[in-house]
């Protein structure tokens, strides 16, 4: 088992930046890799990154790169989204998830252990 929770989100207004942290109990922190998800009202959750065990592999949806970086302090048991130049689009709420597989893993189906979600608003 394993239990997540996000904390971190906001309003803030376009341009801006916040850092999501995702602080993680239960089984061995760095025993599986972490995706960050999100989802808009109306819309289906979407892939926005992925760190592996121990960090060595990142992977970003194409719509995020560049803005916005993932990583993750094993010794903490939390891992972190640092949202730079926000756009209006990039309002949702925030999940972060874990999963014992390995790779790009952009579907949310791979992941085994969802948090409760936190929401990032972003105005224009």
């Known amino acids: 088992q394993v239990q997540l929770v996000e904390s971190g989100g906001g309003l803030v207004q376009a341009g801006g930046s916040l850092r999501l942290s995702c602080a993680a109990s239960g089984r061995t922190f760095s025993s599986y890799a972490l995706g960050w998800f999100r989802q808009a009202p109306g819309k289906e959750r979407e892939f926005v990154a992925v760190?592996?065990?121990?960090?060595?592999?990142?992977y970003y949806a194409d719509s995020v790169k560049g803005r916005f970086t993932i990583s993750r302090d094993n010794a903490k048991n939390t891992a972190y989204l640092q949202m730079d130049s926000l756009k209006p689009e990039d309002t949702a709420v925030y999940y972060c998830?874990?999963?014992?597989?390995?790779?790009?893993?952009?579907?949310?189906?791979?992941?085994?252990?969802w948090g409760q979600g936190t929401q990032v608003t972003v105005s224009s």
């Open positions: 998830a874990s999963t014992h597989y390995s790779g790009s893993l952009q579907r949310v189906d791979l992941y085994d252990y």
């Open positions: 760190i592996s065990r121990r960090g060595a592999s990142i």
